[in-house]
């Protein structure tokens, strides 16, 4: 076996540190909250029973998201990305960028593609051998190309984009749920068992209906940690929502995307409920469970740009996120479907829409500058 392939199979391995971590708190919660506190703590049967089911509601809700997140393998480009033979084996012989550059234009012309690096060259990745889609980023510690990559996260050891980031969101507030519910129900009996510990120490312990067993660590350091949890989860979980309503991943919100027209924050906004349903979906049963609703294909985005660009081909916007169906890369190239003319529709009324219009009319030039850009 050669050295870096032992390398790579131990990075591998190592990577899966946090996830355990993460399974082992999870797990021990579960016995200190099921067994330390409902079945020994608690002598109320009623409180015991209601405790129980509602527990179980938001455990089984984390763990079922948490698992989507982790297993859901990140969407890549489809074939139609990659350059065709003749085009690659010319793009490895040419030394210059400008030809390179030509070879990659000439090869996007037929793919719906509105973003560019930030000097206005097509977006290509040497590692992956593909012309990167909108919203596309190469992770570095995937080593592949994830389609609306969001970014690398390693507690799930997963890159959260496209394919997962309905899961991911939901794994945020289920986790909030899981934790707010384990404080909140504790509460009571951490401050009992604390003021017994106080009471212990001063030798003027009063009659205390909690027995002193091992149960009070178990107890003590259950608020802790739920608490502890629920603070750092709020954050995040508040951040990403905010990028959910503005249409933004992550790597967006820290640099924008580049159109033809120059960089644009709130290219791809639709307005806020359109936006949410790009995420979650158009029926809103389904928002709250962690299964497949969110809308397209992952390749291509609806942008305030669509209807106004003759150079691009049209797109059309279909309820599917497996990785399956972008793997076997078919490029949608009929007119626009019913719900992304729904989608699109009223887009002028937004405020967003007349900063991307104006920018339209605004621009002149089409020179496109040689650099590749250097994603990582
Ligand atoms: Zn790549
Ligand atoms: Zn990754």
Not at 50 to 64: E, G, N, Q
Request: neutral net charge; charged residues 20%.
């Amino acid at each position: 076996m050669a050295p870096t392939h032992v390398l790579r199979c131990c990075q591998r391995g190592l990577a899966w540190i946090p996830v355990v971590f993460i399974a082992l708190v999870v797990c021990w919660s579960y016995y200190a909250y099921v067994v330390e506190l409902c079945i020994i703590t608690i002598i109320n049967t009623g409180e015991k029973i209601v405790y129980l089911v509602f527990f179980h509601l938001s455990f089984i809700m984390f763990v079922w998201s948490y698992w989507k997140t982790i297993f859901t393998r990140p969407a890549n480009p489809s074939k139609e990305f990659s350059l065709p033979k003749a085009e690659k084996e010319q793009y490895e012989k040419e030394e210059r960028p400008e030809a390179q550059q030509e070879i990659l234009r000439r090869v996007a012309s037929g793919l719906p593609l509105y973003t560019r690096t930030g000097a206005g060259a097509i977006r290509y990745c040497d590692r992956c051998q593909v012309i990167k889609p909108d919203r596309c980023h190469h992770c570095s510690a995937c080593d592949m190309c994830v389609l609306k990559m969001d970014h690398h996260c390693p507690w799930v050891n997963n890159c959260v984009g496209f394919s997962n980031y309905k899961y991911f969101i939901l794994f945020l507030a289920y986790s909030l749920v899981y934790c707010l519910f384990i404080a909140a129900t504790v509460l009571q009996y951490f401050i009992r068992f604390w003021t017994l510990c106080r009471r212990k120490s001063a030798e003027n312990c009063p009659q205390n209906d909690l027995p002193d067993t091992h149960a009070k660590f178990h107890i003590l350091f259950l608020f802790f940690v739920a608490a502890m949890f629920c603070i750092s989860i709020l954050s995040l979980f508040s951040y990403h929502l905010w990028l959910v309503g503005k249409n933004r991943s992550t790597i967006e919100a820290f640099r924008a995307p580049v159109f033809r027209n120059g960089p644009d924050k709130n290219g791809f906004s639709l307005g806020f409920s359109k936006n949410i349903a790009q995420v979650f979906g158009d029926q809103k049963k389904y928002w709250l469970l962690p299964v497949c609703t969110s809308q397209g294909d992952g390749l291509t985005f609806p942008t305030r740009l669509v209807n106004v660009d003759p150079e691009q081909p049209t797109v059309i916007l279909q309820t599917d996120c497996s990785s399956k169906s972008v793997e076997d890369g078919s490029i949608p190239q009929s007119p626009l479907s019913d719900s992304q003319n729904r989608l699109l529709a009223n887009d002028h009324h937004s405020s967003d829409d007349h900063l991307g219009i104006d920018a339209l009319k605004s621009d002149g030039s089409d020179g496109i500058t040689i650099l590749m850009e250097s994603d990582s």
